[in-house]
């Protein structure tokens, strides 16, 4: 299995029914592919969270790189998943839901854009941290 992380920058602003529509549209496709995580979007970001097979996951990689409604500018790919970080997540719009401590999603937009932006490699100790930040999203999404 394996997971990836990106952000990318939306080359327009998406309205709340858009977004709950690409929510809706994305859990049902994903369910059929068997691929787990959540979807973010603040300030024109996109943050997804993604995880499933790895052939699966590489597609969707392509198809994401190559959307024209955003461009990616930053990817942390992990192979080896051992668990699934959301299982029960087709393709979850956190938006909705009030978690507890939110400045993980802000942190982790931040310090991808940082890297992005300014075309910078993530440094493997730097995509460990932001991979334990998921762990922190993913046991504060159990209790919401």
């Excluded at 597609?59 to 299982?87: G, N, S, T, Y």
């Excluded at 719009?93 to 999603?105: R, T």
């Excluded at 940082?114 to 075309?119: K, L, P, Q, S």
Aim: charged residues 25%; glycine residues 4%; proline residues 1%.
């Amino acid at each position: 299995m394996k997971c990836v992380l990106y952000i990318s920058k939306a080359l327009k602003s998406f309205t709340n029914e858009e977004l709950e529509l690409l929510s809706t549209t994305s859990t049902g496709n994903n369910q059929k592919r068997d691929i787990t995580g959540y979807l973010y979007y603040e300030n024109q970001r996109f943050l997804q969270y993604m995880e499933g097979e790895e052939h699966i996951i590489n597609q969707m990689v392509d198809k994401i790189a190559h959307d024209e409604r955003h461009e990616l500018l930053a990817l942390i790919e992990k192979q080896d998943l051992v668990h699934r970080r959301f299982p029960e997540w087709g393709m979850k719009n956190i938006a909705d839901l009030m978690f507890s401590n939110s400045a993980i999603e802000t942190t982790i937009i931040q310090t991808m854009s940082i890297f992005g932006e300014n075309h910078l490699n993530i440094s493997e100790r730097t995509q460990k941290e932001l991979f334990n930040l998921m762990d922190d999203l993913s046991s504060v999404s159990l209790k919401a």
